[in-house]
Protein backbone atom coordinates (compact mmCIF):
# COMPACT_ATOMS: atom_id res chain seq x y z
CA UNK A 1 0.00 0.00 0.00
CA UNK A 2 2.88 2.24 1.02
CA UNK A 3 4.66 1.87 -2.18
CA UNK A 4 1.11 2.38 -4.52
CA UNK A 5 0.60 5.66 -1.90
CA UNK A 6 4.10 6.41 -3.70
CA UNK A 7 2.97 5.99 -6.96
CA UNK A 8 -0.28 7.80 -7.17
CA UNK A 9 1.58 10.63 -5.84
CA UNK A 10 4.29 10.67 -8.03
CA UNK A 11 1.83 10.02 -10.90
CA UNK A 12 -0.39 12.65 -10.12
CA UNK A 13 2.74 15.60 -9.39
CA UNK A 14 3.76 14.80 -12.86
CA UNK A 15 0.49 15.41 -14.00
CA UNK A 16 -0.24 18.84 -12.19
CA UNK A 17 3.84 19.48 -13.92
CA UNK A 18 2.19 18.54 -17.65
CA UNK A 19 -0.70 20.82 -16.93
CA UNK A 20 1.00 23.58 -16.59
CA UNK A 21 0.72 25.97 -19.54
CA UNK A 22 3.72 27.75 -19.87
CA UNK A 23 7.46 27.95 -18.90
CA UNK A 24 10.72 30.27 -19.78
CA UNK A 25 13.63 28.70 -19.90
CA UNK A 26 16.77 31.64 -19.71
CA UNK A 27 20.00 30.37 -20.87
CA UNK A 28 23.57 31.98 -19.48
CA UNK A 29 25.67 31.03 -22.80
CA UNK A 30 28.93 29.81 -22.28
CA UNK A 31 31.64 28.04 -24.64
CA UNK A 32 32.04 24.96 -22.60
CA UNK A 33 28.82 25.03 -20.52
CA UNK A 34 25.46 26.91 -20.77
CA UNK A 35 23.36 27.46 -17.66
CA UNK A 36 19.18 26.65 -17.88
CA UNK A 37 16.53 28.00 -15.68
CA UNK A 38 13.21 27.84 -16.14
CA UNK A 39 10.50 29.65 -14.43
CA UNK A 40 6.02 29.55 -14.43
CA UNK A 41 4.13 32.10 -15.21
CA UNK A 42 3.95 33.08 -11.20
CA UNK A 43 8.03 33.65 -11.15
CA UNK A 44 8.73 30.28 -9.46
CA UNK A 45 11.94 28.46 -10.68
CA UNK A 46 10.71 25.39 -12.09
CA UNK A 47 14.57 23.16 -12.44
CA UNK A 48 18.00 25.14 -12.52
CA UNK A 49 20.71 22.77 -14.43
CA UNK A 50 24.21 23.39 -15.87
CA UNK A 51 24.35 22.18 -19.67
CA UNK A 52 26.90 21.01 -21.96
CA UNK A 53 27.64 22.55 -25.18
CA UNK A 54 26.95 19.20 -26.90
CA UNK A 55 24.41 18.68 -29.12
CA UNK A 56 22.84 15.24 -26.79
CA UNK A 57 22.96 17.19 -23.73
CA UNK A 58 21.17 20.36 -25.30
CA UNK A 59 18.28 17.89 -27.04
CA UNK A 60 18.06 16.68 -23.27
CA UNK A 61 17.26 19.97 -21.95
CA UNK A 62 14.80 20.59 -24.82
CA UNK A 63 13.11 17.29 -24.21
CA UNK A 64 13.17 18.15 -20.08
CA UNK A 65 11.50 22.02 -20.68
CA UNK A 66 8.66 20.39 -23.11
CA UNK A 67 7.95 17.96 -20.20
CA UNK A 68 7.68 20.77 -17.83
CA UNK A 69 5.19 22.74 -19.52
CA UNK A 70 2.54 22.83 -22.32
CA UNK A 71 4.10 25.40 -23.66
CA UNK A 72 8.16 26.43 -23.78
CA UNK A 73 9.62 30.05 -24.57
CA UNK A 74 13.53 30.45 -24.95
CA UNK A 75 15.76 33.31 -24.21
CA UNK A 76 19.25 33.89 -24.71
CA UNK A 77 21.92 36.16 -24.21
CA UNK A 78 24.20 35.87 -26.54
CA UNK A 79 24.48 35.06 -30.12
CA UNK A 80 27.93 34.79 -31.13
CA UNK A 81 30.06 31.28 -32.05
CA UNK A 82 29.40 30.09 -28.59
CA UNK A 83 26.29 29.59 -28.69
CA UNK A 84 25.57 28.44 -32.70
CA UNK A 85 24.91 25.03 -31.91
CA UNK A 86 22.44 25.68 -28.81
CA UNK A 87 20.53 28.16 -31.28
CA UNK A 88 20.53 25.53 -34.20
CA UNK A 89 19.53 22.52 -31.98
CA UNK A 90 16.63 25.06 -30.47
CA UNK A 91 15.12 26.43 -33.68
CA UNK A 92 15.63 22.93 -35.75
CA UNK A 93 13.23 21.52 -32.67
CA UNK A 94 10.71 24.29 -33.41
CA UNK A 95 11.17 26.38 -30.31
CA UNK A 96 10.68 29.78 -29.57
CA UNK A 97 14.02 31.63 -28.77
CA UNK A 98 14.24 35.54 -27.98
CA UNK A 99 17.57 37.51 -26.72
CA UNK A 100 18.15 39.26 -24.45
CA UNK A 101 21.17 41.90 -24.56
CA UNK A 102 23.72 41.46 -21.86
CA UNK A 103 23.19 44.98 -20.85
CA UNK A 104 19.55 43.80 -20.00
CA UNK A 105 20.84 41.10 -18.19
CA UNK A 106 23.39 43.05 -16.33
CA UNK A 107 20.73 45.84 -15.23
CA UNK A 108 18.47 43.27 -14.26
CA UNK A 109 20.28 41.74 -12.25
CA UNK A 110 20.12 44.49 -9.81
CA UNK A 111 16.90 43.64 -8.98
CA UNK A 112 17.21 40.63 -7.29
CA UNK A 113 18.86 40.25 -3.72
CA UNK A 114 22.34 39.66 -2.98
CA UNK A 115 25.57 41.18 -5.12
CA UNK A 116 26.65 37.50 -6.00
CA UNK A 117 27.80 36.83 -9.70
CA UNK A 118 26.70 33.17 -11.15
CA UNK A 119 25.71 31.39 -14.46
CA UNK A 120 22.75 30.66 -12.39
CA UNK A 121 22.26 33.76 -11.24
CA UNK A 122 22.48 35.20 -14.64
CA UNK A 123 20.16 32.50 -16.19
CA UNK A 124 17.19 33.30 -13.61
CA UNK A 125 17.72 36.97 -14.72
CA UNK A 126 17.25 35.84 -18.43
CA UNK A 127 14.26 33.86 -17.57
CA UNK A 128 12.71 36.67 -15.39
CA UNK A 129 12.82 39.32 -18.44
CA UNK A 130 11.57 37.29 -21.07
CA UNK A 131 8.79 36.52 -18.86
CA UNK A 132 8.18 40.49 -18.56
CA UNK A 133 8.94 41.69 -21.69
CA UNK A 134 7.30 40.97 -24.90
CA UNK A 135 9.14 43.48 -26.72
CA UNK A 136 12.74 41.09 -27.42
CA UNK A 137 13.94 40.08 -31.01
CA UNK A 138 13.35 36.68 -32.01
CA UNK A 139 15.83 34.96 -33.14
CA UNK A 140 15.50 33.09 -36.23
CA UNK A 141 17.84 30.71 -38.20
CA UNK A 142 20.09 32.13 -40.07
CA UNK A 143 21.74 31.77 -43.88
CA UNK A 144 24.85 30.42 -44.60
CA UNK A 145 25.79 33.51 -46.32
CA UNK A 146 25.42 35.81 -43.51
CA UNK A 147 27.08 33.66 -41.15
CA UNK A 148 29.51 33.64 -43.75
CA UNK A 149 30.01 37.10 -44.03
CA UNK A 150 29.61 37.70 -40.41
CA UNK A 151 33.16 35.37 -39.48
CA UNK A 152 34.79 37.37 -42.60
CA UNK A 153 34.21 40.99 -41.29
CA UNK A 154 34.84 39.81 -37.86
CA UNK A 155 38.18 38.63 -38.97
CA UNK A 156 38.77 41.80 -41.14
CA UNK A 157 37.93 43.83 -37.88
CA UNK A 158 40.78 41.69 -36.31
CA UNK A 159 43.03 42.08 -38.98
CA UNK A 160 42.66 46.22 -39.37
CA UNK A 161 43.05 46.47 -35.04
CA UNK A 162 46.24 44.53 -35.60
CA UNK A 163 46.98 47.05 -38.63
CA UNK A 164 46.94 50.07 -36.32
CA UNK A 165 48.24 48.70 -33.70
CA UNK A 166 51.11 47.76 -35.45
CA UNK A 167 51.39 51.44 -37.25
CA UNK A 168 51.52 52.72 -34.09
CA UNK A 169 54.36 50.67 -32.61
CA UNK A 170 56.33 51.31 -35.49
CA UNK A 171 56.36 54.83 -35.65
CA UNK A 172 56.78 54.75 -31.66
CA UNK A 173 60.37 52.80 -32.52
CA UNK A 174 61.70 54.95 -35.61
CA UNK A 175 61.00 58.02 -33.67
CA UNK A 176 63.57 56.36 -31.13
CA UNK A 177 66.53 56.26 -33.65
CA UNK A 178 65.05 58.05 -36.66
CA UNK A 179 62.97 61.11 -35.85
CA UNK A 180 63.02 62.86 -39.01
CA UNK A 181 62.37 59.89 -41.41
CA UNK A 182 59.17 59.13 -38.85
CA UNK A 183 58.06 62.74 -39.40
CA UNK A 184 58.89 62.65 -43.78
CA UNK A 185 56.28 59.38 -44.53
CA UNK A 186 52.84 58.07 -44.25
CA UNK A 187 53.68 54.51 -42.76
CA UNK A 188 49.96 53.82 -43.37
CA UNK A 189 50.92 53.28 -47.22
CA UNK A 190 52.94 49.84 -48.93
CA UNK A 191 56.05 52.19 -50.54
CA UNK A 192 57.01 53.65 -47.33
CA UNK A 193 56.84 49.81 -45.36
CA UNK A 194 58.75 48.98 -48.22
CA UNK A 195 61.62 51.55 -47.35
CA UNK A 196 61.65 50.02 -44.02
CA UNK A 197 62.49 46.74 -44.24
CA UNK A 198 65.96 47.36 -45.53
CA UNK A 199 66.98 51.07 -44.33
CA UNK A 200 65.97 52.33 -41.03
CA UNK A 201 68.64 54.27 -40.12
CA UNK A 202 70.44 57.73 -41.22
CA UNK A 203 73.68 56.05 -41.63
CA UNK A 204 72.19 53.23 -43.81
CA UNK A 205 70.79 55.40 -45.95
CA UNK A 206 73.90 57.80 -46.29
CA UNK A 207 75.50 54.66 -47.20
CA UNK A 208 73.76 53.78 -50.16
CA UNK A 209 72.62 57.59 -50.92
CA UNK A 210 69.78 58.80 -52.91
CA UNK A 211 70.54 56.51 -56.31
CA UNK A 212 70.77 52.97 -53.57
CA UNK A 213 67.42 54.03 -51.68
CA UNK A 214 65.59 54.59 -55.35
CA UNK A 215 67.38 51.19 -56.33
CA UNK A 216 66.05 49.14 -53.50
CA UNK A 217 62.37 50.88 -53.52
CA UNK A 218 61.97 49.68 -57.31
CA UNK A 219 63.40 46.11 -56.55
CA UNK A 220 60.89 45.81 -54.11
CA UNK A 221 57.95 46.69 -55.66
CA UNK A 222 57.44 50.33 -54.37
CA UNK A 223 55.19 52.49 -56.28
CA UNK A 224 57.21 53.74 -59.29
CA UNK A 225 55.63 57.18 -59.29
CA UNK A 226 56.56 58.19 -56.01
CA UNK A 227 60.28 56.55 -55.49
CA UNK A 228 62.52 59.37 -56.66
CA UNK A 229 60.72 61.97 -54.46
CA UNK A 230 60.91 58.96 -51.81
CA UNK A 231 64.50 58.67 -52.22
CA UNK A 232 65.42 62.33 -52.25
CA UNK A 233 63.21 62.95 -48.97
CA UNK A 234 65.12 59.65 -47.11
CA UNK A 235 68.01 61.35 -48.04
CA UNK A 236 67.54 64.74 -46.58
CA UNK A 237 65.84 63.30 -43.40
CA UNK A 238 69.30 61.30 -43.17
CA UNK A 239 71.55 63.85 -44.02
CA UNK A 240 69.70 66.36 -41.04
CA UNK A 241 70.72 63.60 -38.36
CA UNK A 242 74.33 62.64 -37.30
CA UNK A 243 74.03 62.11 -33.77
CA UNK A 244 73.45 58.00 -33.73
CA UNK A 245 70.91 57.55 -31.16
CA UNK A 246 70.87 54.51 -27.85
CA UNK A 247 69.43 51.13 -28.97
CA UNK A 248 70.02 52.13 -32.61
CA UNK A 249 71.26 48.38 -34.22
CA UNK A 250 68.30 46.35 -32.12
CA UNK A 251 65.41 48.85 -32.75
CA UNK A 252 66.80 49.17 -36.78
CA UNK A 253 66.13 45.31 -36.29
CA UNK A 254 62.69 45.90 -34.95
CA UNK A 255 61.63 48.06 -37.37
CA UNK A 256 62.87 45.95 -39.80
CA UNK A 257 60.65 42.88 -38.74
CA UNK A 258 57.74 45.09 -38.18
CA UNK A 259 57.42 46.76 -41.22
CA UNK A 260 57.96 43.64 -43.31
CA UNK A 261 55.15 41.87 -40.63
CA UNK A 262 52.62 45.09 -41.92
CA UNK A 263 53.90 44.50 -45.50
CA UNK A 264 52.36 40.63 -44.90
CA UNK A 265 49.32 41.98 -42.90
CA UNK A 266 48.67 44.50 -45.71
CA UNK A 267 48.15 41.80 -48.06
CA UNK A 268 45.86 39.67 -45.49
CA UNK A 269 42.91 42.76 -45.35
CA UNK A 270 43.02 42.95 -49.26
CA UNK A 271 43.05 39.35 -50.07
CA UNK A 272 40.21 39.27 -46.86
CA UNK A 273 38.57 42.15 -48.71
CA UNK A 274 38.27 40.18 -52.12
CA UNK A 275 36.72 37.16 -50.23
CA UNK A 276 34.01 39.63 -48.61
CA UNK A 277 32.92 41.68 -52.10
CA UNK A 278 32.59 38.08 -54.05
CA UNK A 279 30.45 36.67 -51.14
CA UNK A 280 28.84 40.13 -50.71
CA UNK A 281 27.43 40.25 -53.99
CA UNK A 282 26.08 36.54 -54.26
CA UNK A 283 23.56 37.73 -51.60
CA UNK A 284 20.36 38.55 -53.38
CA UNK A 285 20.16 41.97 -51.61
CA UNK A 286 23.78 43.20 -53.15
CA UNK A 287 23.16 44.63 -55.59
CA UNK A 288 20.15 47.12 -54.06
CA UNK A 289 22.26 47.63 -51.20
CA UNK A 290 25.75 48.48 -53.22
CA UNK A 291 23.85 51.07 -55.55
CA UNK A 292 23.43 53.37 -53.11
CA UNK A 293 26.00 55.76 -52.69
CA UNK A 294 28.74 55.52 -50.50
CA UNK A 295 27.44 51.75 -49.99
CA UNK A 296 30.34 49.80 -51.00
CA UNK A 297 30.79 46.11 -50.49
CA UNK A 298 32.29 46.03 -47.36
CA UNK A 299 30.14 48.20 -45.50
CA UNK A 300 27.00 46.56 -47.70
CA UNK A 301 28.33 43.34 -45.89
CA UNK A 302 28.29 44.58 -42.60
CA UNK A 303 24.78 45.68 -43.14
CA UNK A 304 23.65 42.80 -44.06
CA UNK A 305 25.45 41.01 -41.42
CA UNK A 306 23.16 43.01 -38.43
CA UNK A 307 20.24 43.18 -40.18
CA UNK A 308 20.32 39.94 -42.58
CA UNK A 309 19.90 42.25 -45.45
CA UNK A 310 16.15 42.57 -45.22
CA UNK A 311 13.18 44.39 -43.53
CA UNK A 312 12.21 41.77 -41.37
CA UNK A 313 12.08 43.74 -37.82
CA UNK A 314 11.74 47.20 -39.35
CA UNK A 315 8.51 47.79 -40.11
CA UNK A 316 9.62 51.19 -41.37
CA UNK A 317 12.64 53.34 -42.00
CA UNK A 318 11.87 55.12 -38.60
CA UNK A 319 12.50 51.72 -36.80
CA UNK A 320 16.00 50.89 -39.16
CA UNK A 321 17.63 54.52 -38.07
CA UNK A 322 16.35 53.98 -34.18
CA UNK A 323 18.08 50.72 -34.52
CA UNK A 324 20.93 53.03 -35.67
CA UNK A 325 20.99 55.21 -32.99
CA UNK A 326 20.31 58.46 -35.65
CA UNK A 327 16.53 59.23 -34.05
CA UNK A 328 17.38 61.58 -30.65
CA UNK A 329 15.05 60.69 -27.74
CA UNK A 330 13.62 62.87 -25.70
CA UNK A 331 14.56 63.87 -23.08
CA UNK A 332 11.83 65.49 -20.73
CA UNK A 333 10.88 66.69 -17.17
CA UNK A 334 8.55 68.67 -15.11
CA UNK A 335 7.65 71.96 -17.54
CA UNK A 336 10.87 71.31 -19.58
CA UNK A 337 9.75 69.69 -22.48
CA UNK A 338 11.14 69.08 -26.39
CA UNK A 339 14.54 68.19 -24.97
CA UNK A 340 16.37 65.95 -27.06
CA UNK A 341 19.55 63.79 -26.82
CA UNK A 342 21.73 60.78 -28.55
CA UNK A 343 20.24 57.65 -27.69
CA UNK A 344 22.47 55.57 -25.35
CA UNK A 345 20.98 51.90 -26.66
CA UNK A 346 21.21 51.53 -30.43
CA UNK A 347 23.42 48.98 -32.35
CA UNK A 348 27.13 50.79 -32.77
CA UNK A 349 28.15 49.11 -35.61
CA UNK A 350 24.93 49.98 -37.86
CA UNK A 351 25.40 53.69 -36.92
CA UNK A 352 28.90 53.35 -38.26
CA UNK A 353 27.86 51.92 -41.44
CA UNK A 354 25.78 54.85 -42.41
CA UNK A 355 28.30 57.46 -41.13
CA UNK A 356 30.83 55.71 -42.99
CA UNK A 357 28.46 55.57 -46.03
CA UNK A 358 27.50 59.27 -46.11
CA UNK A 359 30.93 60.42 -45.56
CA UNK A 360 32.11 58.17 -48.57
CA UNK A 361 29.20 59.66 -50.11
CA UNK A 362 29.43 63.53 -49.78
CA UNK A 363 33.10 62.46 -51.52
CA UNK A 364 31.69 61.45 -54.44
CA UNK A 365 28.74 64.42 -55.02
CA UNK A 366 25.85 64.37 -56.35
CA UNK A 367 22.41 64.10 -54.53
CA UNK A 368 24.31 63.36 -50.71
CA UNK A 369 27.04 66.64 -51.46
CA UNK A 370 23.73 68.68 -52.43
CA UNK A 371 21.79 67.21 -48.96
CA UNK A 372 24.91 67.60 -46.77
CA UNK A 373 25.15 71.31 -48.12
CA UNK A 374 22.45 72.30 -47.93
CA UNK A 375 22.38 71.19 -44.45
CA UNK A 376 25.66 72.82 -43.54
CA UNK A 377 23.92 75.89 -45.09
CA UNK A 378 21.50 75.90 -42.04
CA UNK A 379 24.30 76.17 -39.91
CA UNK A 380 24.59 72.73 -38.71
CA UNK A 381 28.43 71.50 -37.55
CA UNK A 382 30.14 68.87 -40.04
CA UNK A 383 29.14 65.96 -37.67
CA UNK A 384 25.60 67.09 -37.75
CA UNK A 385 25.10 67.60 -41.28
CA UNK A 386 26.79 63.79 -41.18
CA UNK A 387 24.68 62.35 -39.16
CA UNK A 388 21.20 64.53 -40.92
CA UNK A 389 22.57 62.27 -44.26
CA UNK A 390 23.11 59.35 -42.34
CA UNK A 391 19.57 59.25 -41.56
CA UNK A 392 18.53 60.37 -44.98
CA UNK A 393 20.57 56.83 -46.05
CA UNK A 394 18.34 55.29 -44.03
CA UNK A 395 15.27 56.19 -45.70
CA UNK A 396 16.77 56.02 -48.97
CA UNK A 397 17.42 52.51 -48.34
CA UNK A 398 14.42 51.23 -46.84
CA UNK A 399 12.37 52.16 -49.83
CA UNK A 400 14.64 50.88 -52.19
CA UNK A 401 14.55 47.73 -49.75
CA UNK A 402 10.64 47.60 -49.78
CA UNK A 403 10.34 47.87 -53.83
CA UNK A 404 13.57 46.15 -54.90
CA UNK A 405 15.12 48.37 -57.09
CA UNK A 406 18.20 50.08 -57.40
CA UNK A 407 18.88 53.79 -56.45
CA UNK A 408 18.72 56.24 -59.18
CA UNK A 409 19.68 60.24 -58.64
CA UNK A 410 15.80 60.81 -59.20
CA UNK A 411 13.29 59.47 -58.20
CA UNK A 412 11.02 57.10 -60.16
CA UNK A 413 7.90 58.57 -61.70
CA UNK A 414 4.73 56.88 -60.57
CA UNK A 415 2.85 54.86 -63.51
CA UNK A 416 -0.11 56.46 -64.36
CA UNK A 417 -2.90 53.85 -65.93
CA UNK A 418 -3.62 54.01 -69.10
CA UNK A 419 -6.53 56.00 -70.59
Given at each position: MA ?12 T?VT ?23 A???VF?R????D??A???L ?5 G ?10 L ?8 T????A??Q??VY ?15 E???D ?6 I ?17 D ?30 T????A ?15 L ?13 Q??V ?14 P???A ?13 P????T???IA??A ?6 D??I?D???L???R?R ?6 I ?12 A????I ?8 A ?5 A ?6 P???D ?5 G ?17 M ?12 R?F????R???L ?16 L ?22
Amino acid sequence: MAGLSTGLTCDNRRTSVTDRPLVWVGIDVGKAHHHACAMDPAGKVVFSRKVANDQAAIEQLVARARGAALEVRWAIDLTSNAAALLTAVLIASGQQVVYVPGRVVNRMSGVFRGETKSDAKDARVIAETARMRTDLTPVTATDDLVVELARLTAHREDLMADWVRGVNRLRELLTGIFPALERAFDYSTRSSLVLLTGLQTPEAIRAVGQDGVAVYLREHGAWPKAIPDMAATALAAAQAQTVRLPGETTTAVLIARLAQQLLDLDRQIKDTDKLISARFRAHPQAQIIESLPGLGPILGAEFIVITGGSLTGFATPGRLASYAGLVPVAQDSGRVTGNLRRPKRYNRRLRRVFYMAALSSIRAGGPSRAFYDRKRGERLIHTQALLALARRLVDVLWALLRDGRTFTPTAPQPTTAAA
